[in-house]
Structure formats: C-alpha cells, structure tokens
C-alpha cells in the first residue's frame, strides 16, 4: 500500500485528543459527526495494533496538534461536581 499523507481531518490524518493529548489516527468519519480512530502509542510504549487501540469520539475532541489539543483542554470548563447529601437530619 502506498503511504501518502492525508490533511486534517479526513480519514488517515493524525490528530490528538482534547484533555490528554494523545495521538491518534482517524480510521473512519461518521455520518452523527464522530470519528472512529486508533490510539497510535507515545514513544517508549509498547505497540499495540490490535483493535482494542480503536474508539469512537466526537470529531469535535480531536485537534490537528498536540499544542492546540492543550490549549483548549485548559479552556474547557470543568464538570460539576456532585453535591454531597445531607448527614444527621431524617425526614419524617
């Protein structure tokens, strides 16, 4: 097979996860604007080609560089935390 390079973010391109950054490749774009990509591993990671690698995720999650995958990792706003219950007082 030929090895040519495919533009972000059409299926072959690399691109990496919004809050880890890790690399991934875009196997196949869905129709509901989500991605099926392989988890291509960081340098000194054993490789695993496997399809336990592979995983849908919304396309808006995947970044062309790593840098622009941090940055917006810092931007988002974090989830809500869970409000604990009350102790100590038992409706009657």
Known sequence: MLATAS???FP???GFVLGTCDPVT???KNDDGT???RRDPRPHEIRNRDASGNATMPMADIFETESEAFDASMKAKPKPRRKKARTGRVSK
Do not use: D, Y
């Open 7 to 9: 533009p972000f973010p």
């Open 12 to 14: 072959g391109s690399k």
């Open 26 to 28: 875009i196997i196949r």
């Open 35 to 37: 991605a099926l990509v």
